[in-house]
C-alpha cells in the first residue's frame, strides 16, 4: 500500500532509500535536507545529495536550518504525511516533528543498534576493528538513536573495506530495509524491539584533522585508519613540512623507532609491526602508487614521519 512520506536525509547515504521509496510506488510529499553550503575551490553554494536526487525526480525540498521556527513545524504538519523517513538527516527532530507523521518516523541508521548510536557509526566500527556492522531500522525517539529497532540486517568487515566501500553496502541494505519495513507498516508492522543497555556504545562525529596516523600505535591499528578514514577525512602523515595521504596500505614485516622509514619501500615501523603505504596522494597532486611517488619525491630509509 502506498505511504505519504516525508524523506529527510541529505548526503550520499540518503539517496539509495529515497530512490527505493519511489520504486516501490510510495509519495514522497516532501524532502527535507540541509542547506545549501559553500564547497569547493570557488565556494559556490552547492546542494546535498538527496536534494540533487529530488529535484531531478521534481521533489520539492525544504532546508531550514534548524526545526525549532513554529512555522516550519507547521508545515511539515500540514504536510499530512503517513510516515516520515530518516536517513542521515543531520538535525536533530524535535518531538512535535516526531510526532507530526501518523505512524511516526523511522530512521535508517547504519549500525546494528546499540553499538554505534550517533554521527558516524560506518567509520568508528572500522576503527574499532568489528568483525561485522549492519543497519537497523528504528523508531525515532527523542534521544539519540535510542529508540525501539523493527528491522536490521549484519554484513560483516572484510580486510578490504574502507568507509567508502562499507558505506555504499550499507546504503544498499539501509534502503532495502526500509521499503520492507515500510510495505508492512499498516498490514503486518514488525515488532519492536527495546534496545538494551548492554552494549550501548557511541560514534562520535569525525573531525577533520584526526586522519594523522599514529605511528606509536600496532601496525594493525594504524592499517584500519587508512581504511576507516578513507574517503574523509583522509589518513595522512607529515613529511618536510607536506601532508601526504595514505589511500591504501598493507602490514609489512620490520621494527624501529615508531614512525622511522625501514626501507626503499616505504615500509614505517608502529609501535608494533609496520605498515607499508601502498597508495598516496600529496596535496594539490594526483593519487598515485608509491613507487612512483618515491622516484619524485624521496622518503629515504632512516626517515621519521611525522
Not at 38 to 67: D, K, M, Y
Not at 112 to 128: E, N, T, V
Not at 230 to 255: Q, S
Not at 279 to 292: E, F, S, T, V, Y
Request: charged share 25%; net charge neutral; proline share 9%.
Amino acid at each position: 500500500m502506498s505511504l505519504r512520506v516525508i524523506f529527510m536525509g541529505s548526503p550520499d547515504f540518503a539517496v539509495p532509500s529515497l530512490r527505493a521509496l519511489l520504486d516501490a510506488g510510495h509519495e514522497i510529499v516532501r524532502v527535507y535536507a540541509q542547506p545549501p553550503r559553500p564547497a569547493g575551490r570557488g565556494q559556490r553554494e552547492r546542494r546535498c545529495p538527496a536534494h540533487v536526487f529530488a529535484a531531478e525526480r521534481g521533489i520539492e525540498t525544504s532546508t531550514p536550518a534548524n526545526l525549532k521556527d513554529p512555522a516550519d513545524r507547521a508545515a511539515l504538519a500540514a504536510l499530512k504525511a503517513d510516515v516520515a523517513v530518516v536517513a542521515a538527516y543531520g538535525l536533530i527532530l524535535p518531538k512535535a516533528v516526531l510526532e507530526a507523521p501518523r505512524l511516526g518516523c523511522l530512521n535508517v541508521h547504519a549500525s546494528l543498534l546499540p553499538r554505534w548510536r550517533g554521527a558516524a557509526p560506518i567509520q568508528r566500527a572500522l576503527l574499532a576493528g568489528d568483525a561485522e556492522t549492519g543497519v537497523t531500522i528504528m523508531r525515532v525517539v527523542p534521544a539519540l538513536d535510542a529508540g525501539p529497532m523493527l528491522l536490521g540486517e549484519a554484513t560483516p568487515i572484510t580486510e578490504t573495506d574502507t568507509a567508502r566501500t562499507l558505506h555504499d553496502r550499507l546504503a544498499e541494505i539501509g534502503a532495502r530495509l526500509i521499503v520492507d519495513v515500510l510495505g508492512r507498516l499498516q498490514a503486518d508492522p514488525p515488532t519492536e524491539i527495546e534496545q538494551p543497555e548492554a552494549g550501548v556504545t557511541y560514534a562520535a562525529k569525525l573531525d577533520k584533522d584526526e586522519g594523522r596516523l599514529d605511528w606509536t600505535r600496532p601496525a594493525a591499528e594504524v592499517a584500519r585508519a587508512v581504511r576507516g578514514y578513507t574517503p574523509w577525512p583522509g589518513a595522512w602523515f607529515d613529511f618536510d613540512g607536506t601532508r601526504i595521504k595514505v589511500l591504501e596500505a598493507e602490514m609489512a614485516d620490520g621494527d624501529g623507532h615508531p614512525g622511522a622509514v625501514l626501507d626503499d619501500t616505504l615500509a614505517v615501523a608502529c609501535g608494533r609491526g609496520a605498515l607499508r603505504p601502498l597508495r598516496l596522494q600529496r596535496a594539490g597532486k594526483a593519487p598515485m602508487d608509491a613507487p612512483a611517488l618515491l622516484r619524485g619525491f624521496p622518503i629515504p630509509p632512516g626517515t621519521r614521519l611525522g
